[in-house]
């Protein structure tokens, strides 16, 4: 599940998308702040992996179940 790096060009305000495993990133990001259609994932951020993922990320109180 990788977390991407999204930026908007009109507001310029940067957030996150999830995208799960086994689907396809959505065709259209909208700026959770100005609600623009036009944001953009940010493709000079490597994507990150979600914490879960994380080698030892279960378990360690990363997750609501361990938390």
């Known amino acids: 599940m990788p977390i991407l790096s999204i ?5 310029g305000h940067r957030f996150q998308g ?3 495993e086994g689907t396809r990133p959505p ?3 909208v700026c959770s702040k ?3 259609h036009e944001a953009e994932v940010d493709h000079s951020q490597k ?10 990320g279960h378990g360690i ?6 938390s």
Do not use: D, I, R
């Open 27 to 29: 065709q259209e990001w």
């Open 47 to 56: 994507p990150q992996l979600h914490p879960w993922e994380k080698e030892g």
């Open 7 to 11: 930026q908007c060009p009109k507001c």
């Open 18 to 20: 999830l995208v799960l």
């Open 34 to 36: 100005c609600g623009s």
């Open 61 to 66: 109180g990363l997750c609501p179940c361990c």
